[in-house]
Every structure is written in structure tokens, then in C-alpha cells.
């Protein structure tokens, strides 16, 4: 019966009843070329060592007297595999059975593969390892939001203010003679330079009416995404000062109320609610969600006692710097696993067999 062996269509998911039952390791590669043109980062191309059932829509490699199915497997990830696509049609790409037969890897002897896998295998198991940290760092630090600032506010437990009345808002030009850094608001990252995000200046003459934002002082920018479906909202903290767009609702917080509590309440989406009730979902300006500043700045906060923000805030804080120690950590094994494959893959780096055991040579 089929559901013996796990399934695998050429994205992992069951999408079709017509299928192969395989039973010994192969590499396996989908052949929907739309899926490499969209996704170059993610490779529809996977590993598996047993029994299973696999869809006629994607192409089964094993093991040979030459080759190692694993081998191959590195070497899909390590290739751009686009150029070997053939068009099926309007805007309609796959990656065929002749394209795949085209392709040349070096092949070195079957126990060097077998060395060079072992060494990335090594690297794919710290990585799911780091990965698994990641989880569950970013799981703490969800529950964190939920029992510090959500379940509190929800319960009635501190009052809530409007926006507008804890804060000053900001609508301050640049002096001319100021050079500051053209900023944007990235949902993923807060803050980032334009001309870095885009590797150019966009901004235009559009410039002269920027916004001047100092460091602490917090923007809305009210453009949807999918981490923020009605904006998101954040703290200048990387530089000094610079200049953002005008469309963005900028705004000062009450010195006496502590600014670190409400990155992380804004950070966590607090307003997604109240923000979702002011859009008219048939009327946009120029790509941004019609929400008026004055509607913004009338949209409730809690406004817990200073301690209370201060000891929730230092809990937060600290819960986001492991995080993004996990996610640095993550990211720096993907980018040596990547030099390590350029490397391996290519023959520009050998191994050494010694007594079965591979040593990379220096």
C-alpha cells in the first residue's frame, strides 16, 4: 500500500497518485522549472535513504558504479540550474529529462564523493542543529509577547492611552547644509539605507520634504507586508539621524515612559487589530494602506507603570538578543557551507583519504 513509504512529489508534498516506489537512497529533482525561476534559494531538489513512494513529476537519481546518488545531490544544490530549463508554453518553464542528461559534474572516484559528503553531511547536521536553536529561541521569545504584553493588556490589567497623547509627533526638514543617510523601513530588519537595499538612490528631488528622524524616535510606515499586513512600526537606532519619506507617521514617546517596552509591543504587531478596523481595503495611495496619521495616532497602547515597562523590557531584550545571535550563528554555517561546497564541488580542494577517514587538505 502506499501508505507504507513517506511520498514525495517534487516539492515534498503528495500531489498526484501516480508514483514510484523506491527502495534504496536516491536524489531526487523536481521538474517544474517556474519553481527554480521563483525560488533560487530554495532548490526543489532533496536527499532520501530508504523506502518511499515518489511522483511521476520529478526526476529519480540513485546510486551507481561511478557515482554516488548523494553526490549528485550536493552537486544540484551547488548548480544554477536554469539555463538547462525548456519553455512549455507561455511563461511556462521544465526542467526535462534531456536538459537533465546534459549537465556535466566533475566526478571524482567514488570514495572521495563518499569523503566530500561525509564532510557537507557534517555541516547539514550542525546546521539543522543551529536551526533547531533558532526555533526554539524564536518560540520563547513569542511566548515572552504573549504572557509580558499581550495577555496583560487583554486581562485590563494597565490602562491604555491613544498614541497621540503619550508622544509628540515629528515632521522636521533637514537643514540643507545637512548630508544624512536616505532611510527606509524594511518589515524584516527595521532601518536600512536605501541606496543599500536597492543599490542605488531613489529618492529623487523628492528628498527636500524627507522627514528628519533622530535616533530613538519611532516611524509608521503604513506599506503591507507579509510579516505586517497593515504596517509596522519602528525605532531609529542604528544611526544618528536621517532622513525618511513623509508618507512614514513619525513621532516622539513621552520621556517618561520607556521606549525599548514599546519597540518590542510594536514589534510583536500589537496594533495589526486596531490598524486592520481603519483600512479601507478598496482605496490605496500609491501602493500604501490608506491609513490617515491622524486615525494612527488615536490607535490605544498600553501604558503599564514605569517598572513594570522597564523589567518587562530588560526581559524582552534580552530574549531578542538570543535570537539574533541563533539567526547570525545560522547564517554564518550556511555561508561556510556554501565556501566549503564551492570548494569541494569544483576540485578546487581535494581530500585526503586516509584509512577511510577524510581530512580537507589546507
Not at 536605501?194 to 535616533?215: P, W
Not at 507579509?226 to 516622539?252: A, Q
Request: glycine residues 6%.
Amino acid at each position: 500500500m502506499q501508505g507504507q513509504y513517506p511520498y514525495f512529489g517534487p516539492t515534498g508534498q503528495l500531489d498526484s497518485i501516480d508514483h514510484y516506489r523506491i527502495d534504496e537512497p536516491f536524489a531526487l529533482i523536481g521538474e517544474d522549472g517556474d519553481h527554480f525561476l521563483k525560488f533560487r534559494d530554495r532548490p526543489m531538489t532533496i536527499y532520501f535513504e530508504g523506502k518511499a513512494n515518489v511522483n511521476n513529476h520529478a526526476h529519480i537519481i540513485g546510486d551507481s558504479e561511478e557515482c554516488l546518488a548523494k553526490w549528485l545531490y550536493y552537486c544540484f544544490m551547488h548548480r544554477d540550474l536554469t539555463p538547462m530549463l525548456s519553455r512549455q508554453g507561455v511563461g511556462r518553464y521544465k526542467l526535462t529529462k534531456a536538459g537533465l542528461e546534459k549537465l556535466e559534474f566533475p566526478l571524482p572516484p567514488k570514495p572521495e564523493q563518499a569523503a566530500i559528503v561525509r564532510a557537507l553531511s557534517t555541516w547539514d547536521q550542525a546546521i539543522a542543529t543551529s536551526e533547531g536553536l533558532l526555533v526554539n529561541a524564536q518560540l520563547q521569545m513569542d511566548g515572552l509577547l504573549q504572557q509580558l504584553l499581550i495577555k496583560p493588556t487583554v486581562r485590563g490589567d494597565w490602562n491604555t492611552r491613544p498614541i497621540s497623547e503619550i508622544s509628540e509627533r515629528i515632521q522636521r526638514r533637514a537643514n540643507e547644509d545637512q548630508e544624512l543617510p536616505i532611510l527606509m523601513i524594511s518589515s524584516g530588519s527595521g532601518f536600512v539605507r536605501q541606496d543599500e537595499k536597492y543599490s542605488r538612490f531613489m529618492a529623487g528631488k523628492s528628498v527636500e520634504n524627507y522627514i528628519a528622524l533622530d535616533q530613538g524616535e519611532f516611524a509608521y510606515n503604513k506599506g503591507n507586508s507579509k510579516s505586517y499586513e497593515f504596517g509596522c512600526v519602528f525605532s531609529l537606532n542604528t544611526y544618528e539621524r536621517g532622513l525618511v519619506p513623509n508618507v512614514y507617521v513619525c513621532f516622539k514617546l513621552s520621556p517618561e515612559l520607556n521606549a525599548v517596552f514599546y519597540e518590542h509591543l510594536f514589534r510583536a504587531d500589537f496594533l495589526h487589530d486596531q490598524l486592520g478596523a481603519l483600512v479601507n481595503t478598496g482605496v490605496r495611495n500609491n501602493g500604501l494602506l490608506n491609513i490617515k496619521p491622524v486615525d494612527f495616532l488615536a490607535c490605544q497602547v498600553p501604558v503599564p507603570p514605569l517598572d513594570v515597562q522597564n523589567r518587562i523590557a530588560e526581559v524582552l531584550t534580552t530574549a531578542a538578543k538570543r535570537v539574533a545571535l541563533q539567526e547570525r550563528d545560522l547564517e554564518l554555517l550556511k555561508q561556510e557551507k556554501t565556501a566549503l561546497m564551492s570548494q569541494l564541488l569544483t576540485g578546487k580542494r581535494r581530500v585526503k583519504l586516509l584509512d577511510t577517514e577524510a581530512e580537507v587538505q589546507a
